[in-house]
């Protein structure tokens, strides 16, 4: 089962920034997870909220600073003062500093909002040599398609929410046709589920967990894959 550290191992350290990935790799994860934005010059950014205010100093929406600027804002100390010189990092930084070392796990968010995102993740990720290392993820199955059609090999997961109880065999044959991976919400574990997408030849993940009763129900489920802001909560099962 793979250790997906969200957003970083972000329970340690500011959320999406090089410092929560850095931990991520120490405390040896498979996996960092990290949210992508555009910014008002077309570069993709890391940052979870469409807006600065929660992770930074600065405020507004990501789309509308310039990267230049978006570098100077700090994206530290909103979570400790240690933090201070971290910044939001680009997609192009992390993969530079991590494509080698740890799996990406690389969210779209707010794909209608961000028209051309995920042609641009792409063509990023295309710089780099991948392999099952680099999964794009999304809640959008549009986007998800878009990801497929410009990569075909590039591995995706389609996020799920708890009405896919509602999934049908339709359904799981359409989402098998571009979606590698079903990452489902804890609240949706069931043997029964994780079983019948596995049938469709997919794999099974599971956000997000942030304690370690959870974490011990979780690891009692045949998944692929957790998502969780402390992977040390699973590091007895690696
Ligand atoms: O992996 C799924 C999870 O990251 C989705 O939720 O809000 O943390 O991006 P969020
Ligand atoms: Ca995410």
């Known amino acids: ?58 405020n507004g929406l990501v789309k509308s600073y310039t990267l230049d600027q978006l570098k100077k804002l700090d994206a530290g100390s909103w979570f400790d003062q240690q933090y201070t010189n971290e910044r939001i990092p680009t997609l192009q930084e992390i993969l530079e500093r991590y494509s080698q070392r740890i799996g990406i796990l690389i969210e779209i968010k707010h794909p209608k909002r961000q028209i051309g995102i995920e042609k641009a993740v792409a063509r990023i990720i295309n710089r780099f040599s991948y392999s099952r290392h680099i999964i794009i993820q999304s809640f959008d199955v549009h986007a998800l398609q878009r990801i497929k059609a410009f990569a075909p090999s590039l591995r995706t997961a389609l996020i799920i929410k708890p009405d896919a109880f509602k999934l049908t065999k339709r359904k799981l044959t359409t989402y098998s046709s571009f979606a590698n991976c079903l990452n489902m919400k804890k609240t949706m574990i069931n043997k029964w589920w994780i079983d019948r997408i596995h049938s469709f030849g997919m794999e099974v993940f599971i956000w997000t967990v942030k304690d370690q009763k959870t974490a ?23």
């Open 1 to 58: 089962m793979y250790i997906i550290a969200h957003r970083g191992s972000s329970s340690a350290a500011p959320e999406n920034t090089i410092a929560a990935f850095d931990v991520a790799v120490e405390q040896g994860a498979d996996y960092i997870e990290l949210d992508v934005q555009m910014t008002m010059d077309q570069h993709v950014v890391v940052i979870h909220d469409d807006t600065v205010d929660r992770t930074t100093n600065g």
């Open 216 to 238: 011990d129900r979780i690891k009692k489920y045949p998944i692929d894959g957790v998502v969780t802001d402390n992977p040390l909560f699973f590091q007895k099962e690696k």
